[in-house]
């Protein structure tokens, strides 16, 4: 059964970096890519970016300056880090498997990140 | 870039309508293009793939079509659990998602 779970903090301040966990169970990282993709309230989905089985990682070109995927195979783990956050930020930011360049088959729940002082 | 935009934004019907949403791209993406399904306070779900393709576990009264730059989703007797926003998604020449389309029973 594959589970996709994101972790992290709910409140950050503007400025500061966010960063989160996707821990997954059910598949192998290296076999297996990962998507961060966010919703701000009440808004569409917005694709952040990928890091592939390989390891390698793409991203949305308007955000590329402040985001940083990374992964812990051994821990079955995702990482994003973003910075210099914004109110503009805030929103639920979803894992999810994707396949290829396509379409993502399993979601996590998502975390609610508000960026306020 | 090209551009997805899904209509209507709100769309209200009855049980047992059939009930078809439309996601339109700026240019052809080839039939790469995906529905998803999102129930109040929940994460995406994917209905959809490559247009036509009904993911498993998906109820077959769901269907996509289209080819080009047009593409539909069809359910063919709303069901009261089918209250979502859905969402289209190109794959072609980058990942994008359209704005959604908001389903309501009348």
């Known amino acids: 059964q594959v589970q996709l779970k994101e972790s992290g903090p709910g409140l950050v301040q503007p400025s500061q970096t966010l960063s989160l966990t996707c821990t997954v169970s059910?598949?192998?990282?290296?076999?297996?890519?990962v998507s961060w993709i966010r919703q701000p309230p009440g808004k569409g989905l917005e694709w952040m970016g990928v890091i592939w089985s390989n390891g390698g990682t793409d991203y949305n070109s308007a955000i590329k300056s402040r985001l940083s995927i990374s992964r812990d195979t051994s821990k079955s783990q995702v990482f994003l880090k973003m910075n210099s956050l914004q109110t503009e930020d805030t929103a639920m930011y979803f894992c999810?498997?994707?396949?290829?360049?396509?379409?993502?088959?399993?979601w996590g729940q998502g975390v609610m990140v508000t960026v306020s002082s | 870039d090209i551009q997805m935009t899904q209509s209507p934004s709100l769309l209200s019907a009855s049980v047992g309508d059939r009930v078809t949403l439309s996601c339109k791209a700026s240019q052809s993406i080839y039939n790469s293009l995906a529905w998803y399904q999102q129930k109040l306070g929940e994460a995406p779900k994917l209905l959809i793939y490559?247009?036509?393709s009904l993911q498993t576990g998906i109820p077959s009264r769901f269907s996509g079509s289209g080819s080009g730059t047009d593409y539909t989703l069809t359910i063919s007797s709303l069901q009261p659990e089918d209250v979502a926003t859905y969402f289209c998604q190109k794959y072609y020449s980058g990942l994008t998602f359209g704005s959604g389309t908001k389903l309501e029973i009348k």
């Open positions: 490559d247009a036509n």
């Open positions: 059910g598949l192998s990282l290296t076999s297996n890519s």
């Open positions: 999810a498997r994707i396949l290829q360049w396509s379409h993502f088959d399993y």
